[in-house]
C-alpha cells in the first residue's frame, strides 16, 4: 500500500514542489494539504495520513503545536511528523522532537533525500542521527537539565543493560556500534533499544536521546 502523505506548510509553492516530488513515486500518495497548523490537524483527523510533512514556522498554530497534538505524549495517532526547516540548527527543532517529531529535514533537501525521509519514517524509524540530535542538544543546553534533578521513576523500569544502551544512543552510536562496543550483536542491541522505546513510551530512537538528554542520564557535551 502506498505510504499516505500530508502535506503542511504556509507556502503553496513549495507543497506544489514537494507534491511534484512525491507524486513521482510508485509508493507514495499525497493525500491532502495544508496551510496552518489548525488545518493540519483537520486534516489528519479527516485523512489519516501515515506521514505528516510539517513546516515549522506557520501563521495561527505552528508546526511545534501541531506536532505535539498529533504525536505527542499521550496522543494515539498513527501518524509520524517529519518536520521540515529551513536552518539545520534551529532551536524549534528542538521543541519539535521533544513535541514528538520522528525526525527534521532541510527544506532544500535532493529530492531523493525526501523521498528517502518519507519511507524511513514511515517504516517507524527515526529520520534524524543521533548524532546530530546531540548536536542540537548540546547547543541548546542551558535549557536542559544539569543533571542534578531526580532521576524519573520511568528510567528505574530499564534493565542495568538498557540504561547503557540507551546512553550510547544519546550519544550518537549506531546499532552497529553499540554492538562492537557492548561485544553483543546488532540484533541484541535492536532488541535492547526496542524494550527501552516501550518501557518509556518512545515513539524512536530520537525520543530516546531527548529522553536521555531531559532525564539528566546523559549530561551536554559528556563523552
Known amino acids: 500500500m502506498a505510504i499516505r502523505v500530508l502535506l503542511v506548510d504556509d507556502q503553496p509553492l513549495l507543497r506544489t514542489g514537494f507534491r511534484m516530488i512525491l507524486e513521482a513515486e510508485q509508493d507514495i500518495a499525497v493525500v491532502g494539504e495544508a496551510g496552518d497548523g489548525l488545518q ?70 535532493p529530492a531523493n533525500e525526501l523521498v528517502q525521509a518519507i519511507r524511513v519514517v514511515a ?43 540507551l546512553k550510547l544512543v544519546a550519544r550518537g552510536m549506531s546499532n552497529a556500534e553499540i554492538a562492537a562496543d557492548l561485544f553483543v550483536s546488532e540484533t541484541t542491541v535492536k532488541t535492547h533499544v526496542g524494550h527501552v522505546l516501550t518501557k518509556l513510551s518512545l515513539r524512536d530512537r530520537v525520543q530516546a536521546a531527548v529522553y536521555a538528554y531531559e532525564s539528566g542520564l546523559v549530561r551536554p557535551g559528556a563523552q
Not at 543521533?130 to 542534578?148: C, F, N, Q, V, W
Request: proline share 6%; no cysteine; charged share 30%.
Open 40 to 109: 493540519a490537524l483537520d486534516q489528519v483527523r479527516a485523512l489519516q495520513p501515515d506521514v505528516v510533512l510539517m513546516d515549522i514556522r506557520m501563521p495561527r498554530m505552528d508546526g511545534v503545536e501541531a506536532t505535539r497534538q498529533i504525536s505527542g505524549p499521550g496522543r494515539d495517532g498513527s501518524a509520524k511528523v517529519l518536520v521540515l526547516t529551513t536552518f539545520d540548527l534551529d532551536e524549534y527543532v528542538v521543541e519539535a522532537l521533544r513535541a514528538g517529531a520522528s525526525g527534521f529535514l532541510l527544506k532544500d533537501a
Open 123 to 165: 517504516a517507524g524509524e527515526a529520520m534524524l542521527a543521533p548524532s546530530i540530535t546531540r548536536r542540537l542538544l548540546d547547543k541548546y543546553a542551558d535549557h536542559l537539565p544539569s543533571g542534578e534533578e531526580p532521576v524519573p521513576d520511568t528510567l528505574h523500569t530499564l534493565t542495568e543493560r538498557e540504561v547503557e544502551v
